[in-house]
């Protein structure tokens, strides 16, 4: 059975999975695996979910290195502001997401 606990170590296996596709520069790889797994977790935890906020700024990096620099930035303001109401504007994750940013 798949429960949402397995749910979220196979959705963390996959994400680091696009990370280390990004790291070797298989970009298109990379977001194909992102975008899946961003479907995924906004279906399983909501777009606010801290998971959630670290998979779309996964993707943002992504769409940086293909040069997609419109839509990572789109991604990355819209984290922010996310990041903001959930966790505060002095918290790490709010505070890194200023700087891809």
Known sequence: MFTPCRATMALTAANMLAVTYGKQGRLAEAEEVIVWVLEARTRLNG???????????????????????????????????????????EHPDTLRSTTNL
Do not use: F, Q
């Open 47 to 89: 777009k606010e979910h801290p998971d959630t906020l670290v998979t779309t700024t996964n993707l943002a990096l992504t769409y940086n290195a293909l040069g997609r620099l419109a839509e990572a930035e789109e991604l990355e303001v819209w984290v922010l502001e996310a990041s903001e109401r959930v966790n505060g504007k």
